[in-house]
């Protein structure tokens, strides 16, 4: 028989599971980079455990590595990770989290745990996607993030890897289809990428992806169109995945 009751969940479950593993290997890049920068194995380590957003932990790296101080380098972390917390703000309700999980449900927030979420056509196939990202990334950049630092003397230049392309590949890859089919959302993909290439010869690494955010913000302000009811779906989605 097929196992189509159970197919939103399970493709949320590989979805997220794929693209964890594909984008945590870059933390072979950061591994190496933060050491060469001067930071020791045991502060790169660290910064992945609790931090943990690749683009912040990135940014303070270079920081480090051009001369600045460590203080400047942490503004500029916290700076680009402060989208988290409007992707918070939009998850909340999604995964509705509750007592300690929230501050778990929390840290598990990054640019490709919400991007799996809300690719998901209802909340129980949202939360497992979220899951299945947050687990399968935060295992896989740590330990990639400990290899990198404990090989960074003979790994060489982490771009030789190429792994700086894994990631938006993996997002084309998953956010393609409602690119070809919804005009609302290649209208904010283009508006993004205007405000990204304008603001990227002005600022600096990582903070024009913040502001290409401000696309998105305008589309979430403008009229919805009312969505198809579909008691079916509803229900299924509301039992697991199984129908009612």
Known sequence: MADTPLRPQARATRDGLALGLAVGTSGLAFGAAAVTSGLSVAQTCVLSLFAYTGASQFALAAVVAGGGSLLAGTAGAVLLGSRNGLYGLRLAGLLRPRGITRLLAAHGITDESTAVALAQPGPASAR????????????????ATLAGALGAGRIGSPDSFGLDVV??????AL??????????????????????????????????????????????????????HDPAAEAAEAHGGRPA
């Open 128 to 143: 497992a996607g979220f899951r299945a990202t947050f687990a399968s990334l935060y295992l896989t950049w740590n330990a």
């Open 167 to 172: 990631g938006p590949a993996a997002f084309l």
């Open 175 to 228: 956010l393609w289809p409602r690119l070809a089919s919804g005009r609302a959302e290649r209208g904010v993909a283009l508006a993004g990428a205007v405000i990204a290439v304008a603001a990227t010869p002005f600022c600096p690494p990582g903070l024009p992806v913040v502001l290409a955010a401000a696309a998105a913000l305008g589309a979430a302000l403008l009229p919805q169109p009312a969505a198809a």
